[in-house]
């Protein structure tokens, strides 16, 4: 039995991060392309080898490299430097005094060797600080771009049957328009209707062939869009079958899952992080007004080969170094505003982020809601329009009713088998993007799904229509008497 959508305690943050993240991990262990799979393969498929997911999942390698990088800065800074010259010195004076000559050929060598501390930087210390919230909210933003390939990868895989299954009425409706049209030119040719009945019959299967093509054409589109995400080709993907289940989710109550959303959606989650990332920048630029204090110690050595001197110079030196910015011409004080500015712009972000995961959660259950009562509403159109069909069959049979009658009655119920079609993939669709809304759309998600699969398969290469079995109505009608 498949499993329901019920929902599991919501975590920690820190948990919720890690969960967020584990497709990734996972992906890791699979990887084998396919040219025939299911949901839950090609959802494998699709975090191996997403290029958008790729490239976020490097962004928030180099977001973590570069918290790093910002804090080395308040370790130990050793640094070290080194001269080699040669001097030529050339006098043109001349002194009573005896003198070694007109010039000199100097040779020098230096070294230099420092090391820093920070004791106290408020600054360097509330950009380590950003740095972490940078993480923060680069890891709910994978975690939104892995929710949003879950969806798609579905939505492209529930598009594919959808259209797989309109394309299946549409030929059911072609090949039955088919029938009459050979049916009415046989009856015209032995005088039992007249020509315009065969026109309308003609004009009928013009149409019911035009709108199968665009059909066709519509299922190689979808596939073509899978492909994309996952960089895969398929020939063929299991289909829905009849059993699955057309309920709503657990529990049946929509603020529970708007509260679940405000707990849950990434997006929303990455919305908050910006916040706090905008305080932290507020939070330097009030920083550099603040004095910093570093330890040092520092070691020089020097030496040459001049006439008349011998040995070397070194010395050493260790201390404290504190430095107070006193005026900068406004800047800090502009750079203070400019961030209390954009933390204000950040929280409005943030409450619109809100507002419209709101909306977005009341919208797919309300729609999921109508979903259930249409799925049973077009199954009950297919039952009604089958019945009405085989009456207006039966009347055009005794002649109270006319081959536009018929054509009609046939197109309500491949329009019928159609809508049912397009109804089920709809429940799905909304269920999973209720889902992704409430921030727990996640690989077991897909997997609940993938057991509403069965062994039948829709194929990439479409079959090529076989006019024979359209026109083959068996003997051809004749005159009573």
């Given at each position: 039995?498949?499993r329901?959508?019920?929902?599991?305690?919501?975590?920690?943050?820190?948990?919720?991060?890690?969960?967020?993240?584990?497709?990734?991990?996972?992906?890791?262990?699979?990887?084998?392309?396919?040219?025939?799979?299911?949901?839950?393969?090609?959802?494998?498929?699709?975090?191996?080898?997403?290029?958008?997911?790729?490239?976020?999942?490097?962004v928030?390698?180099?977001?973590?490299?570069?918290?790093?990088?910002?804090?080395?800065?308040?370790?130990?800074?050793?640094?070290?430097?080194?001269?080699?010259?040669?001097?030529?010195?050339?006098?043109?004076?001349?002194?009573?005094?005896?003198?070694?000559?007109?010039?000199?050929?100097?040779?020098?060598?230096?070294?230099?060797?420092?090391?820093?501390?920070?004791?106290?930087?408020?600054?360097?210390?509330?950009?380590?600080?950003?740095?972490?919230?940078?993480?923060?909210?680069?890891?709910?933003?994978?975690?939104?771009?892995?929710?949003?390939?879950?969806?798609?990868?579905?939505?492209?895989?529930?598009?594919?049957?959808?259209?797989?299954?309109?394309?299946?009425?549409?030929?059911?409706?072609?090949?039955?328009?088919?029938?009459?049209?050979?049916?009415?030119?046989?009856?015209?040719?032995v005088?039992?209707?007249a020509?315009?009945?065969?026109?309308?019959?003609?004009?009928?299967?013009?149409?019911?062939?035009?709108?199968?093509?665009?059909?066709?054409?519509?299922?190689?589109?979808?596939?073509?869009?899978?492909?994309?995400?996952?960089?895969?080709?398929?020939?063929?993907?299991?289909?829905?079958?009849?059993?699955?289940?057309?309920?709503?989710?657990?529990?049946?109550?929509?603020?529970y899952?708007?509260e679940l959303?405000m707990?849950?959606?990434?997006?929303?989650?990455?919305?908050?992080?910006?916040?706090?990332?905008?305080?932290?920048?507020?939070?330097?630029?009030?920083?550099?007004?603040?004095?910093?204090?570093?330890?040092?110690?520092?070691?020089?050595?020097?030496?040459?080969?001049?006439s008349?001197?011998?040995?070397?110079?070194?010395?050493?030196?260790?201390?404290?170094?504190?430095?107070?910015?006193?005026?900068?011409?406004?800047?800090?004080?502009?750079?203070?505003?400019?961030?209390?500015?954009?933390?204000?712009?950040?929280?409005?972000?943030?409450?619109?982020?809100?507002?419209?995961?709101?909306?977005?959660?009341?919208?797919?259950?309300?729609?999921?809601?109508?979903?259930?009562?249409?799925?049973?509403?077009?199954?009950?159109?297919?039952?009604?329009?089958?019945?009405?069909?085989?009456?207006?069959?039966?009347?055009?049979?005794?002649?109270?009713?006319?081959i536009?009658?018929?054509?009609?009655?046939?197109?309500?119920?491949?329009?019928?088998?159609?809508?049912?079609?397009?109804?089920?993939?709809?429940?799905?669709?909304n269920?999973?993007?209720?889902?992704?809304?409430?921030?727990?759309?996640?690989?077991?998600?897909?997997?609940?799904?993938?057991?509403?699969?069965?062994?039948?398969?829709?194929?990439?290469?479409?079959?090529?229509?076989?006019?024979?079995?359209v026109?083959?109505?068996?003997?051809?009608?004749?005159?009573?008497?």
């Amino acid at each position: 039995m498949p499993r329901s959508f019920a929902h599991t305690p919501s975590l920690p943050r820190h948990r919720w991060l890690q969960r967020a993240l584990l497709p990734s991990l996972v992906a890791a262990a699979w990887g084998t392309p396919a040219w025939s799979a299911d949901l839950l393969t090609i959802t494998q498929d699709a975090l191996n080898n997403n290029a958008a997911l790729s490239s976020e999942r490097l962004v928030t390698r180099s977001t973590e490299a570069a918290r790093d990088a910002t804090e080395g800065e308040l370790k130990p800074q050793v640094s070290v430097s080194g001269s080699l010259s040669h001097n030529r010195e050339f006098e043109s004076q001349s002194t009573p005094l005896p003198t070694s000559g007109g010039g000199d050929n100097v040779n020098s060598v230096g070294l230099s060797l420092e090391a820093t501390q920070a004791l106290f930087d408020a600054l360097k210390r509330r950009q380590v600080d950003q740095a972490d919230r940078q993480i923060d909210q680069q890891l709910f933003q994978l975690a939104a771009t892995e929710q949003q390939l879950l969806i798609d990868v579905a939505s492209a895989y529930f598009e594919i049957l959808r259209a797989y299954e309109v394309l299946d009425a549409r030929r059911a409706q072609e090949r039955a328009i088919g029938r009459q049209l050979e049916q009415a030119r046989e009856q015209f040719e032995v005088g039992l209707i007249a020509i315009t009945e065969v026109e309308e019959a003609k004009a009928a299967f013009d149409q019911a062939r035009a709108v199968r093509i665009a059909a066709d054409s519509d299922l190689q589109v979808r596939f073509e869009a899978l492909e994309r995400l996952t960089g895969q080709r398929y020939d063929s993907i299991d289909a829905l079958t009849d059993a699955m289940p057309v309920t709503l989710p657990t529990p049946e109550d929509r603020d529970y899952w708007v509260e679940l959303g405000m707990e849950n959606n990434p997006l929303v989650l990455a919305s908050e992080a910006g916040v706090e990332l905008r305080r932290s920048s507020l939070e330097i630029a009030k920083a550099q007004e603040l004095p910093t204090l570093d330890a040092f110690a520092s070691y020089n050595y020097s030496d040459n080969d001049r006439s008349g001197v011998s040995g070397y110079n070194s010395d050493g030196e260790v201390g404290l170094r504190v430095s107070m910015p006193l005026y900068t011409g406004g800047t800090t004080e502009a750079t203070i505003q400019e961030n209390t500015f954009l933390l204000e712009s950040s929280q409005y972000d943030f409450e619109d982020q809100r507002r419209e995961t709101v909306q977005q959660i009341r919208s797919r259950y309300t729609q999921l809601s109508n979903n259930v009562s249409t799925v049973e509403a077009r199954q009950q159109a297919i039952v009604s329009n089958q019945s009405a069909l085989d009456a207006t069959r039966a009347g055009y049979e005794v002649g109270t009713r006319n081959i536009v009658d018929v054509l009609n009655a046939e197109q309500n119920l491949y329009n019928a088998i159609a809508d049912h079609a397009s109804a089920r993939y709809d429940y799905v669709i909304n269920l999973l993007s209720l889902r992704q809304q409430a921030g727990t759309l996640d690989v077991a998600a897909l997997e609940d799904v993938n057991e509403w699969l069965g062994e039948e398969r829709v194929e990439f290469t479409l079959p090529e229509d076989n006019l024979d079995s359209v026109t083959n109505i068996g003997e051809r009608p004749r005159r009573n008497g």
